[in-house]
Nanobody, 119 residues
Framework: QVQLVESGGGLVQAGGSLRLSCTAS????????MGWYRQAPGKQRELVAT???????NYADSVKGRFTISRDNAKNTVYLQMNSLKPEDTAEYYC?????????????WGQGTQVTVSS
């Protein structure tokens, strides 16, 4: 099992910045990709950014150029630096980790951290 604990959410004005952190614990070996997803009220959960164990990144078009995902493999921690925040970035942000287990891929989620951007 893998446990994911997020931190760093909060209330910020438009144009401001926040940094989210997510630390994995438990059976963390063979964790491959980690990432961030978000879900706004009444909307489906959507991908924000992912990063592979080798450092390859992928971003949603809506956050490209504003958000940066990074990873410290030694600390089993993934970060999301969010700059130039907009009210439409308001959502619950969830950390995600994918772990290889034989021929399967196990998916783990954190409990979420709220980000609120005021206009």
């Amino acid at each position: 099992q893998v446990q994911l604990v997020e931190s760093g959410g909060g209330l910020v004005q438009a144009g401001g910045s926040l940094r989210l952190s997510c630390t994995a614990s438990g059976s963390t070996f063979s964790i491959n990709a980690m990432g961030w997803y978000r879900q706004a009220p009444g909307k489906q959960r959507e991908l924000v950014a992912t990063i592979s164990s080798g450092g390859s990144t992928n971003y949603a078009d809506s956050v490209k150029g504003r958000f940066t995902i990074s990873r410290d493999n030694a600390k089993n921690t993934v970060y999301l630096q969010m700059n130039s925040l907009k009210p439409e970035d308001t959502a619950e942000y969830y950390c995600n980790a994918k772990k290889s287990s034989g021929s399967y891929v196990l998916v783990y989620w954190g409990q979420g951290t709220q980000v609120t951007v005021s206009s």
